[in-house]
């Protein structure tokens, strides 16, 4: 009986761990997602459209991202995309892109996608500050240590080397 309990217990704290990525977006009136979504959920059409092209053309700089990924361990992040906005269907297929190369655990990892106030049905925005999207907020011990903000300064990667690894950064509108 006690093993019973013990395997029980295992395999409810791994599906909980495995649901935290599950995808909850639902469209617009617009077609647009709003809520939390993950990379799935832009390989389906019509967001496949624009962000398959994008991931697959994107070439990471594989010096930067070799003093990335170990960097990457502790982290985690909270990003803001909207699937209407050029800058998001830009950049979130590339910070994808940088993720998987740099094997992160997506666990450690919560996108919410915003309609063109920057909000969601149940303001998962609130108390973030987002003011334009994309918006990639790195935290590290539960404490924000940097936010990428639109656009890279240098790259995507070399941007979030430079959070991660405590230099001097600002985002694009700092």
């Not at 982290?75 to 950049?91: H, N, V």
Request: with cysteine; hydrophobic share 35%.
């Amino acid at each position: 009986m006690k093993n019973v309990f013990y395997f029980i217990l295992i395999v409810s704290t791994l599906s909980c761990s495995a649901q935290k990525n599950i995808a909850t977006a639902v469209k617009d009136p617009s077609g647009n997602l709003i809520g939390i979504a993950n990379k799935e959920s832009f390989i389906e059409a019509p967001f496949n459209e624009w962000f398959t092209p994008n991931y697959d053309a994107y070439e990471t700089d594989k010096e930067v991202m070799a003093k990335l990924t170990p960097l990457l361990k502790d982290i985690t992040i909270k990003a803001f995309m909207g699937t209407w906005c050029g800058d998001s269907q830009e950049q979130t297929p590339v910070f994808y892109k940088i993720l998987d190369e740099a094997n992160f655990d997506y666990n450690n990892l919560v996108l919410i996608t915003v309609n063109r106030s920057k909000v969601t049905p149940d303001n998962l925005q609130e108390g973030f500050n987002i003011e334009r999207v994309p918006t990639f907020i790195v935290y590290k011990n539960d404490k924000e240590i940097g936010r990428f903000v639109e656009y890279p300064r240098e790259s995507v990667e070399a941007d979030l080397l430079k959070i991660v690894s405590g230099q001097p950064y600002k985002h694009s509108y700092e």
